[in-house]
């Protein structure tokens, strides 16, 4: 798949590869310029240590972010064991050390094995979750941190790819998570850290894929100031989504908000959530629709807006 040089007017996404240093938003405001248009967004935030797949929808695109962001997500980090940070990662402070010499690769298997399936996360007290209306990080830092409940989330892969000592009594941990969206690889580290006896810390994440979206297809800032480039809203859809083909009858109708049959036969029961883009004859993406009550019902329409 590959991107697309952008015209005026021009709906889709921007795969960027966010460099270290740069919030999301700080990404977002570099892409409104280029486009030439506010109307931007992202998918999934990237904290400002963290590089890689950053995926930006500009125009009618920025309609199928929040759909985007329920999909996989697959990282490449380095944990730091034998020391605790505020806020789980070396922007922080460090706020504990404990000696890692001691962990050998079989208890650093047990303790990722704990971590890996469906599990309860507490998100990081520094972190955007909402606690009564309340950014945590805000809370956090007016020293009135909240009490973050456990979230289920699913790590599908932890894979160990590399162990070094990293000075006295550290131990440097590379791994591969490929995991549910809303999981914290900060609070991975730390969890990883406390299983262990150790604490723990994220020192180094690359997110190298986001769906189907990989480092393949991203761009830099540089690169994209250069040549901007989107996929195309049709396209962007069809990697995302199963995809549903339409009748012109079908197309006019949705167009206009209405129900269809469900995508799925009655005997063929889909998952609830399952989101699926439905294009027009002529390829055009009309809407995306989720089954429900034997009805496929429109989620957001793009055709005519």
């Known amino acids: 798949m590959t991107g697309r040089p952008m015209t005026e007017g021009r709906d889709g996404l921007v795969i960027v590869d966010k460099p270290s240093g740069m919030t999301s938003h700080d990404v977002v405001a570099r892409i409104r310029r280029l486009a030439g248009t506010r109307r931007v967004g992202h998918a999934g935030t990237l904290?400002?240590?963290?590089?890689?797949?950053?995926?930006v929808g500009v125009e009618r695109a920025t309609r199928l972010l929040g759909y985007l962001t329920l999909t996989e997500?697959?990282?490449?980090?380095?944990?730091?064991?034998g020391q605790s940070?505020?806020?789980?990662?070396?922007?922080?402070?460090?706020?504990?050390?404990?000696?890692?010499?001691?962990?050998?690769d079989e208890m650093l298997a047990r303790a990722v094995k704990g971590l890996t399936g469906e599990i309860q996360q507490v998100p990081p007290a520094v972190s955007a979750i909402k606690v009564d209306g309340q950014r945590a990080y805000r809370l956090t830092r007016q020293g009135a941190a909240p009490e973050l409940k456990p979230?289920?989330?699913?790590?599908?892969?932890?894979?160990?790819?590399?162990?070094?000592p990293a000075g006295d009594n550290l131990l440097d941990v590379d791994a591969t998570v490929?995991?549910?969206?809303?999981t914290y690889?900060?609070?991975?580290?730390?969890?990883?850290g406390q299983q262990l006896g150790?604490?723990?810390?994220?020192?180094?994440?690359?997110?190298?894929?986001?769906?189907?979206?990989?480092?393949?297809?991203?761009?830099t800032l540089d690169q994209l100031a250069e040549r901007f480039e989107v996929v195309p809203l049709a396209e962007?859809?069809?990697?995302?989504?199963?995809?549903?083909?339409?009748?012109?009858?079908?197309?006019?109708?949705?167009?206009?908000?209405?129900?269809?049959?469900?995508?799925?036969?009655?005997?063929?029961?889909?998952?609830?959530?399952?989101?699926?883009?439905a294009y027009a004859p002529d390829g055009t993406l009309v809407a995306l629709l989720t089954d429900q009550d034997g009805q496929a019902r429109p989620l957001v329409v793009f055709a005519g807006s």
């Open 47 to 55: 904290d400002p240590m963290a590089t890689g797949v950053l995926v």
């Open 73 to 81: 997500k697959q990282y490449d980090a380095t944990i730091r064991l």
């Open 85 to 104: 940070s505020s806020t789980d990662d070396a922007e922080g402070e460090l706020s504990g050390t404990v000696t890692a010499a001691h962990v050998t």
């Open 151 to 164: 979230r289920p989330v699913t790590v599908y892969e932890f894979t160990i790819t590399g162990i070094r």
């Open 178 to 182: 490929r995991c549910s969206s809303g």
């Open 185 to 192: 690889i900060r609070a991975l580290a730390r969890d990883l």
């Open 198 to 219: 150790t604490g723990g810390h994220l020192t180094r994440l690359r997110r190298t894929r986001v769906g189907g979206y990989g480092l393949d297809v991203a761009k």
């Open 236 to 277: 962007a859809a069809a990697a995302a989504f199963p995809r549903r083909d339409l009748s012109a009858d079908e197309a006019r109708r949705l167009a206009h908000g209405a129900r269809l049959t469900a995508t799925a036969p009655a005997n063929e029961p889909r998952e609830a959530t399952e989101t699926t883009a």
